[in-house]
């Protein structure tokens, strides 16, 4: 989810090009999600992995884009908004998965807390043992998904690993005011990332995302803010609430956690 426009303002983040996303969905309600606008030369690397896909995307070679200087033009500078920034993108033709190890990096890295918020929550065995780590050593983690679905295996999937976390000592709120479909993580006061990255596997590994992870404090607050005004508008979790779900809730969620390297 990329806009770059005359080569200084960039925008990424969670919304897609639909009704729903601007709350017109009967079915969804409010739509919840974080979209970050980006100004300077950060927006560079957004232009570049534009070019780079709609060139391994054209059919034809007179399509194709070239790296001109007109696509990278320097913004004025402004002191007051100086952001140190990283735009990191990832895809299935990188067996690295550079935006996974990010996050892995983030909350081993915490002292404080782990805020995340995704629209759904289908972590391989290396999140799960570093979210673990955090909350066994005492950082506040708490991740924040839908109360409804929007693809039913992808969400009881989701409800069985919450169900998981939640055993464990891991804080996670039910989003009640429509759906949210923001897809950030706060570590301390120091660095945020926003971007269009679920916690899943398939964003983990097949599909082609994008993220931005800024280091810095204004950031931080900003992104915090408006975790903990959702939060008012959330449900948390809690051991009662998981032993009163039905066993044909269960049975559901537990058969689409077999699905979850594909969902």
């Known amino acids: 989810k990329i806009v770059v426009i005359d080569s200084v303002i960039g925008w990424t983040g969670g ?5 729903q996303y601007l709350g017109k969905s009967k079915k969804f309600g409010h739509w919840r999600d974080t979209h970050g606008r980006i100004y300077g030369t950060a927006v560079f690397t957004l232009q570049e992995i534009f070019i780079r896909d709609w060139n391994a995307s054209a059919l034809k070679k007179v399509a194709k884009l070239d790296y ?3 696509y990278f ?4 500078y402004d002191a007051n908004r100086n ?3 990283q735009i990191v993108a990832d895809g ?12 892995i990096k983030m909350i081993l890295a915490a002292e404080k807390r782990v805020w995340i918020q995704s629209p759904y929550l289908i972590p391989d065995d290396t999140m799960i043992n570093a979210l673990l780590i955090a909350v066994r050593s005492g950082i506040d983690v708490r991740i924040m998904i839908p109360c409804m679905p929007d693809h039913p295996f992808i969400y009881r999937a989701t ?3 919450a169900n998981y976390l939640t055993k464990r000592g891991v804080k996670i709120y039910l989003y009640q005011d429509g759906f949210i479909h923001a897809k950030t993580i706060i570590m301390d006061d120091t660095i945020a990332s926003f971007g269009t990255t679920n916690q899943d596997i398939r964003s983990y590994s097949l599909n082609f995302e994008v993220s931005a992870f800024a280091y810095n404090r204004e950031v931080v607050t900003i992104l915090a803010s408006h975790f903990e005004n959702d939060m008012q508008q ?3 979790l809690t051991n009662q609430m998981i ?3 039905s066993y044909w809730l269960r049975f559901k969620q537990n058969f689409s956690r077999l699905l979850s390297p594909i969902l």
């Open 15 to 19: 919304f897609n090009v639909g009704d």
């Open 68 to 70: 001109a200087q007109d």
């Open 73 to 76: 033009q320097l913004p004025d």
């Open 83 to 85: 952001v140190t920034m």
């Open 92 to 103: 299935p033709e990188n067996f690295e998965e550079i935006l996974h190890g990010g996050f």
């Open 159 to 161: 409800q069985y690993y």
């Open 234 to 236: 959330s449900i948390l």
């Open 243 to 245: 032993a009163d779900q």
